[in-house]
């Protein structure tokens, strides 16, 4: 398991895998954690864990600006309070009865979750847009062997037959999340292109991590 990077920040998830009022299983180096959009389109990061009784949150339901959870329905703010029992509807939570919440940054299409206090805003790529997202069965080590190239310092893995395609990863136990980014403007035949390559460079990492298995 990757250790916790303090004043880091982890490319969770793309945008429009989270709409309005929805909430989703994440990682980070920190935990596993309940990603959540508000009604109103705030996206939020929560511990997955609800104080109650355990329950994973990323198994609740977002309703207004609250993310709930789905055992007994005890609600949460984004910035982590307790804000409704329905058991004791007439009851105002005790400030103590609270789940921990990450910074979360938006920009280009990719959704950011921090660990700890990072010093800047996470990278921003103005020439790029995401596609697509995929989960690799293997380390980033595979991945880069299959790729025939290293992560960069921005996090990526470039395409030397495609330079207009780049792999953002998210390293997680046992796997690797790819953010697949393409220029701006390409057509859509680049954009299939860039897809049947994510797939290969993932059969390629997961042949290989099964070799050496």
Same mark, same amino acid.
């Given at each position: 398991?990757?250790?916790?990077?303090?004043?880091?920040?982890?490319?969770?998830?793309? *945008?429009?895998?989270?709409?309005?009022?929805?909430?989703?299983?994440?990682?980070?180096?920190?935990?596993?954690?309940?990603?959540?959009?508000?009604?109103?389109?705030?996206? *939020?990061?929560?511990?997955?864990?609800?104080?109650?009784?355990?329950?994973?949150?990323?198994?609740?339901?977002?309703?207004?600006?609250?993310?709930?959870?789905?055992?007994?329905?005890?609600?949460?703010?984004?910035?982590?309070?307790?804000?409704?029992?329905?058991?004791?509807?007439?009851?105002?939570?005790?400030?103590?009865?609270?789940?921990?919440?990450?910074?979360?940054?938006?920009?280009?299409?990719?959704?950011?979750?921090?660990?700890?206090?990072?010093?800047?805003?996470?990278?921003?790529?103005?020439?790029?847009?995401?596609?697509?997202?995929?989960?690799?069965?293997?380390?980033?080590?595979?991945?880069?062997?299959?790729?025939?190239?290293?992560?960069?310092?921005?996090?990526?893995?470039?395409?030397?037959?495609?330079?207009?395609?780049?792999?953002?990863?998210?390293?997680?136990?046992?796997?690797?999340? +790819?953010? +697949?980014?393409?220029?701006?403007?390409?057509?859509?035949?680049?954009?299939?292109?860039?897809?049947?390559?994510?797939?290969?460079?993932?059969?390629?990492?997961?042949?290989?991590?099964?070799?050496?298995?």
């Amino acid at each position: 398991m990757p250790s916790a990077t303090a004043g880091s920040w982890t490319p969770v998830a793309l *945008s429009a895998d989270l709409p309005p009022a929805t909430v989703m299983p994440a990682w980070t180096p920190a935990g596993s954690i309940a990603l959540w959009r508000s009604q109103s389109g705030r996206a *939020s990061a929560s511990s997955d864990r609800c104080p109650h009784r355990g329950m994973r949150l990323s198994h609740g339901f977002v309703r207004g600006e609250a993310l709930s959870c789905i055992y007994h329905g005890w609600s949460y703010s984004p910035a982590g309070g307790c804000i409704r029992i329905p058991a004791h509807p007439d009851l105002v939570p005790p400030e103590t009865i609270r789940v921990a919440v990450h910074k979360v940054a938006e920009s280009d299409g990719v959704i950011w979750v921090a660990v700890g206090e990072p010093a800047a805003q996470p990278p921003r790529f103005d020439d790029l847009v995401p596609l697509r997202s995929l989960t690799i069965e293997s380390d980033i080590g595979a991945l880069e062997d299959a790729a025939g190239a290293k992560v960069d310092s921005d996090g990526f893995i470039r395409i030397a037959d495609l330079p207009w395609v780049r792999l953002l990863l998210a390293e997680q136990i046992d796997r690797t999340l +790819v953010h +697949v980014m393409i220029e701006k403007d390409r057509s859509p035949a680049d954009r299939v292109a860039a897809s049947r390559i994510a797939e290969a460079v993932r059969r390629q990492a997961e042949a290989r991590r099964k070799e050496v298995a």
